[in-house]
Structures are given as structure tokens and as C-alpha cells.
């Protein structure tokens, strides 16, 4: 069957000048049905981008130049896009875009591509343009082992130069940094992990520190980012009860079993609450699954009794996605998760804290009201984190 899309230039004009309206008015209604429901899929309204190759590029460039406040994007990405006769103005509003485009695409749509950039510039607009000097038309975001492989890295790295990938209104540790920092931050942890995969240096002067001063009473807390956050939130509820932290962000329950000896073992406390799995879930470092993410803290669990230290096994909060991996769908396995831990701690009569039922809203996931990014706990979530940790293990001794 012939591709018509590669017909004469003329002809080609003629056909898709006639579908243009009809493809413009679906992608206006789609930024409209996304933008007024953003609160029930979580998304940010003021962060909505349209994105579309060759004739999808197209579509997406209509819309820009068409759109209203109410479905205009905020930002686009025409890779070897057509352009023909689209109508409409460059955005007053801030509208960033990027484009791509290959040097040898038959179609010849450098030139296209470049009036769009100059549009953009004149405009004032922020623009960034990669013309790539072989890949043709319809490469997509395949490996063609060719200089186009690269672009999507590229896009993701602009999207990031452009503020799209930091919170609107940062709060909790965002606030204290910028996307820049934790780029930094996560290029020094991966260059660590080649050297301590389970980061066994974070705690070790302090271990040192504390040998022979923690009573029978000191309990520690055992987790990632939001174990380690807690404190920070919370530094009196530690002190006052003699918790000792030792929480590290990012970490899987992988590389806490590593540090566990280290980090709980050897301190000698009485109790050792984990609170773990939710990494694991996020891919950070790699699938695994669920069963083998209970197994590492069942792991965990049993070589605290065997060393004389009561765990308690902590539920894994709700989330509805993590913003760092869009790409797994968590509440179901989170679920499933702290159902196999519960019923462990059920057979083995452990304390089991229930850290999911209070938080959880409709869509599975943790609300604005207890957190500032759908993941880690704010102030007043900790709080009830608190009260129920406190509650359990005084149930329990």
C-alpha cells in the first residue's frame, strides 16, 4: 500500500491541510479534559505539555498557536514536525519549545523547523532547536544506533533547564534546594554506589560515636528518605524518646539489608522499627518484586530477633505516583505489599504499624493535606505517624 505521506509535495499540502482543523480541535479538547480533571490524576494544570511527531507535530503546533488559557499547553515538543498553513500567533504567554529534526528526512522539513525557531526567538519565547545531521523521517524515540538516539536524553535534560521537572511551589527539602542540586546529589550517590553500594559510610562516625551509650530503652528507626526526613521534621519526638535515626534517602530495602548489621545490629537497641519497600516499588534501583521486597524485610525482621532486638514492621504508605518514575503504577503493588507484611507480623506475633488505612484518599494514594509531593510526609502527617508508632510499641512491650 502507498504511503500517501510521501506523495507530491502539492498534493501532500492539499490532503493534510484539510485534516489540520479537525486534528487541532481533538488536541484543544484534550489539553481542556486534562487541565480541568489534573487534580483527579494528580497532575499540576500549570504543567501540561503537548508533544507530537511529524503530522503529530502538526497537531501539536496548531494548538499552541490556536489555544486559549483554557487549552493552550505550557510548554512543546514538535519533532520533525509538518507545519503548512496553521494559523494563529506565537503564545504571549510563556510557552517553551523544543524541536527536532534530522538533515537527510526526505520530506525537507529543516527549513520548516527553522521558522518556527526564528518565530520563537523573535517572540521571545525560550526555544531550543537539534538538527541531527542523519536519522531520516520517523525515528521516533527508538535505538536506531544513529545520532538521533540521543534526543530524548536531551529533552529530558531541557525540560529540566526549563523548571518543568521541580515543583511549582517546592516545600519540604525541595525548598532547600534547586533541580540543579539534586542532579549534583544524584550523580554523587550514584558515583558512591559503585564504591558502597549500600552507602555503609553515611552512619559510621556516628555508630562510633554512640558505642556503649544507647540504654536498653533506645529504639532506631530504620528506613529511607521518609525515616530520614522524620527526624529532620521531628527532631524532638527522637531526642525526648531516645530514637535514633537511620534513615537514607533513596535507599531499597536491598541496600538496607546491607547496612542492617552495621546500622541497627551492632547499636544494641531494644526495638528497631522498619519502615521500607516503597523504593523498591519506584524501580530505584531496578524491578524487583513484591514478594522479594517482603522477603528483604522479613530478612530484616529475623535478624533482629535473632540478635535479642524486637522489629516492628511498618505498612508502607500510600502513593499514586512517584515523580521521579511515572512509569510504574504503585497502588496495587503497595497493597499487595503491606498485605504479605501484615500477615507475617500477624503469624509471627510481631507489631504491625498501620500506616496505610489512616492516609490513603480514592485514588490509592497519599493526599495534599499530609504531604507535599504524594510521597513523603509533611509536619502534620508525621505527626500521626507518631502516634501510632508510640502507640504500637507501647502496646507491645
Known amino acids: 500500500m502507498q504511503n500517501n505521506f510521501f506523495t507530491t509535495d502539492a498534493k501532500r499540502d492539499s490532503m493534510i491541510s484539510t485534516i489540520i482543523p479537525y486534528a487541532m480541535k481533538d488536541g484543544l479538547a484534550a489539553i481542556s479534559y486534562v487541565r480541568k480533571n489534573a487534580a483527579e490524576y494528580g497532575l499540576n494544570p500549570n504543567r501540561i505539555g503537548f508533544m507530537g511527531f511529524s503530522a503529530g507535530g502538526t497537531v501539536a503546533l496548531s494548538v499552541v498557536f490556536n489555544g486559549t488559557s483554557e ?19 506565537v503564545p504571549k504567554e510563556k510557552t517553551p519549545a ?6 537527510d528526512d526526505p520530506l525537507k522539513l529543516v527549513p520548516q523547523s527553522m521558522k518556527i525557531y526564528s518565530q520563537w526567538k523573535e517572540a521571545g519565547q525560550p526555544v531550543e532547536f537539534h538538527v541531527y545531521g542523519q536519522g531520516g523521517h520517523g525515528f521516533g524515540a527508538d535505538t536506531n544506533y544513529g ?3 540521543g534526543w530524548l536524553g536531551t529533552f529530558v535534560s531541557w525540560l529540566g533547564g526549563e523548571g518543568l521537572l521541580w515543583p511549582e511551589h517546592p516545600q519540604g527539602y525541595m525548598a532547600r534546594m534547586t533541580y540543579k542540586d539534586m542532579l549534583r546529589m544524584q550523580a554523587t550517590q550514584a558515583e558512591a554506589m559503585k564504591t558502597d553500594w549500600g552507602n555503609l559510610g553515611r552512619y559510621l562516625k556516628e555508630n562510633q560515636e554512640l558505642a556503649g551509650k544507647i540504654t536498653n530503652q533506645a529504639v532506631v528507626f530504620y528506613g529511607n528518605s521518609i525515616t530520614e526526613n522524620w527526624k529532620r521534621f521531628d527532631n524532638k519526638f527522637f531526642e525526648d524518646n531516645q530514637f535514633i535515626g537511620r534513615g537514607i534517602s533513596g535507599q531499597t530495602t536491598s541496600q538496607m539489608l546491607v547496612r542492617f548489621r552495621q546500622d541497627v545490629v551492632n547499636l544494641k537497641p531494644s526495638a528497631v522499627v522498619i519502615l521500607a519497600g516503597t523504593n523498591d516499588i519506584a524501580e530505584n534501583t531496578g524491578p524487583i518484586s513484591v514478594e522479594n521486597i517482603a522477603g528483604n524485610i522479613i530478612s530484616m525482621a529475623e535478624i533482629a530477633q535473632a540478635n535479642g532486638i524486637k522489629p516492628v514492621l511498618c505498612a508502607v504508605l500510600p502513593v499514586y505516583q512517584y515523580s521521579w518514575n511515572k512509569t510504574v503504577e504503585p497502588v496495587g503493588k503497595i497493597r499487595l505489599l503491606n498485605q504479605l507484611l501484615q500477615k507475617y507480623a500477624q503469624e509471627k506475633h510481631l507489631p504491625f504499624v498501620d500506616l496505610y488505612t489512616p492516609f490513603v484518599d480514592e485514588r490509592g494514594g497519599l493526599p495534599e493535606k499530609y504531604s507535599f509531593d504524594g510521597v513523603h510526609p509533611n509536619a502534620e502527617g508525621y505527626k500521626i505517624m507518631e502516634q501510632l508508632v508510640v502507640k504500637e510499641l507501647i502496646m507491645k512491650k
Do not use: S
Open 71 to 89: 487549552n493552550r499547553p505550557n510548554f512543546l515538543a514538535a519533532i520533525y514536525p509538518w507545519i503548512g498553513e496553521l494559523g494563529g500567533n
Open 98 to 103: 523544543f524541536l527536532v529534526v534530522a538533515n
Open 147 to 149: 545520532p538521533t538516539d
